[in-house]
């Protein structure tokens, strides 16, 4: 039944229609999937070619695979971190450029499913992309190279991270009046927690040489795929990969929270 | 939806004012307008015609008074008032990449419509704004005049019982703004309360029962209608010195104006039924020569000058 009603949600019904009537969305997933593909090949002649260098430098299949998992999941998670933010910084800010905000906002449908429907829709393209990559998780996964927990982790971790920016961006499309500003915010604070954290961590534990937390680090989108690698390979696990997606999940509700009231007050 | 009996105020708008900043853009407005009236939104730019609009439309919160349509307050009950209005912003606001029929399907899921209500909708407003033939073509496909006539339709979507358009008439040639004025009169025949503002005060003649001046965000003194009184120009030989004091002295004379120039030339405003005689009689007694005379129509152009002049003094 809330399947079913989202699907009748006029809003993500016409998100959808809209993206599938943009030549980008077409060019998109091809060159994903070929960046994806060429990372892949990549990785499979690079290791090929160290195999081939003697006896000593033997590689075993599920190493290919698990450098195949690691490059494809890290690449992934970068494209995701670029397209998420485009897409939903502009959500309600193109409504307002293009002069359709306002017929929206007298209409009498709830101000809940504009929220939904403008968060859904830049969610479920990159399912739709998340989908697409399957294949290259499968022949990580035919080399030994993962197994599907380690599968599942990192692809809940970038589930996770595209409603978390989807949230953010939603948020900071219903604070900016126009739309390249909106993006440019949205790139600039995803931009802050990937290097901004690592940077911040570096500073507390130059600053505080004792102090062991990795508190920033866990903003990371990319620290989760670190932490969840380390305990496939048993090595020392130094933070839990689950953290991370916690953390996302109750930020991206307080902002989805701020960003829907916006929603709802909003008159013009 | 509320229902509204035949006399019932369908707006009723009290000492209503908007601020922005420090800028007053409506000041104390109140009016009340019963079912099926169309009433004209007049005033020059800036006057607070589109903030008065808005307000109606839910999209603005003002500072003080009240608004309410159907006896719902805009503020309070803004999603009950949502349901009553159909809001046609001066901008259009269509969107270019979808075909007319997907638009109005939009528009109608959000107001609420079923799926099988939908299709009907769809082809009853299409029909009556004359763009059946046109229903699968991309809206950027369409002139601006068929645009307009869609996003008109777009606002029956939830069978308003108040239509507010801003400025439906602007850029439009003579023709699109006949077919919009044929609209308009259609919807009065259906009993809906419109709101209407224009700068082209000619057509809203043909469509308005009242029209309401504005300037500088206050409602200025409501004009007499047309019809009410009967003005006359009137020519004197000689400018006369006392020509007030002669008329004062007539039954039914309610203004004399003496027009710029030589001043033998004056625009005299009686009331409706009264004649032209008795001033004539009263002017030859006194010894002056009446050159000419003759009745005026005046238009809401000029009524909406006079009522500005008389405001001012």
Redesign the interface.
Known sequence: MIGAGLW?N??L??EI??RM?DNRTYFIPVVYISLLGLVTLGIYLTMGTLAAGGPSNFIQGWEIGQFIFKAVTFTQMGLILMLVPSVSAGAITSERD????????????KRSRITIGKLLAPVLYVLLLLSTSLPFAALSFGFGGTDLKMLAVAYGCMVSTTLYVASLGLLVSTVMKRTVPAVLLAYGLVAALDIGSVIAEVIVHVAFKDLDAIFFLYLNPFAPLVFAGEEYLANEVSAHWWITPVIQMILGAFFLFIAHLRIRNM?? | MTGFGAGESVVTVEKLSVVFGRFRALSDVTFSLPKGTVVGLVGPNGAGKTTLM?VL?????PASGSAAVGGCDVVKMA??V??E?G?L?D????????RAR?YLS??A????LRPVEIGEYIERVLALVGLTDRIDDFVENLSLGMRLKL?FA?TL??DPSLLILDEPLAGLDHVARGDMLDLLSDMRSRGKTIIISSHLLSDLEKVCDRILFLDGGALVREPVREGETVLYELETADPPENLLEILETVNGVLSVETQAGAGRLHRLELSSGDEISPVLRALLDRGLDVVMWRPVKEGLEERFRRALKEDES
Request: charged residues 20%.
């Open positions: 009748r006029p809003i019904s016409r229609d809209h009537r293009k002069g359709t905000l306002v017929p929206l906002l007298v209409t009498p449908m008159r013009s | 808005r439309a839910t999209l603005l919160v999603g009950q949502r349901g209005i809001y912003p901008f259009g606001g269509i969107y270019q990449d979808m997907e939009f528009f899921a959000a107001y609420g996003a777009r979507a939830g």
